[in-house]
């Protein structure tokens, strides 16, 4: 559960206890520790990419070491709310980004790195561990996310569910839109763009 008394925008950011004194605003994420949300007012996605050019500079030895790890290259993957709409502006919603996220992480099906929790889509780097499958992952962690939203939309805000109403062949609603982004990160410079 994201603390509450950290809340107070609409931008959430995944950060590690163990990195606290060496990333830039605290931002590094990681399996090793329980993930925390914290709230941050100004550009998210320029926090987000600070976080990434310190795990691609070539002083870092602690993120080359952290990311070698795994067989797996980091991989920075995007979901986004069908239509852009801002579903994840209450706080219960980030909630079950967040433990769906420790779920994953328990089960040592993936790192965690880094993410970010926006009111329409969230950010996320991390690294899919050996023995497990990249689109399997992220298959149900999507599944899992969208299954459990629309409950609490049925069961607390019908009308709000009714806008995610698309009657297509496979399913009546759909949270996330189809196709996320998922890039591999395969090397530093390309770490740096995304």
């Avoid at 950011?13 to 949300?37: I, M």
């Avoid at 299954?147 to 996330?176: C, G, M, S």
Wanted: hydrophobic content about 40%; proline content about 3%; overall charge positive.
């Amino acid at each position: 559960m994201i603390d509450k008394s950290l809340m107070r925008g609409d931008v959430h950011v995944g950060f590690c206890e163990r990195f606290a004194g060496e990333t830039p605003a605290h931002l590094l994420g990681c399996s090793c520790c329980r993930l925390r949300g914290l709230a941050i007012t100004n550009n998210s996605l320029a926090m987000l990419y600070k976080t990434i050019e310190w795990l691609s500079s070539d002083s870092n030895n602690l993120a080359q070491k952290h990311f070698s790890i795994t067989p797996h290259h980091p991989q920075y993957f995007t979901a986004t709310i069908l239509e852009w709409k801002h579903l994840l502006k209450p706080d219960k919603y980030k909630d079950v980004i967040i433990d769906s996220l420790k779920f994953l992480v328990k089960e040592k099906r993936v790192q965690v790195n880094t993410f970010v929790i926006m009111s329409n889509h969230i950010h996320l780097i991390w690294q899919v561990q050996k023995g497990f499958v990249r689109e399997n992952v992220q298959r149900d962690f999507l599944k899992f996310t969208s299954q459990t939203i629309k409950r609490d939309l049925k069961k607390n805000h019908p009308a709000v569910l009714e806008k995610f109403l698309v009657n297509a062949k496979d399913r009546k609603y759909q949270i996330w839109e189809r196709n996320p982004l998922s890039l591999d990160l395969l090397t530093k410079r390309y770490l740096f763009k995304r």
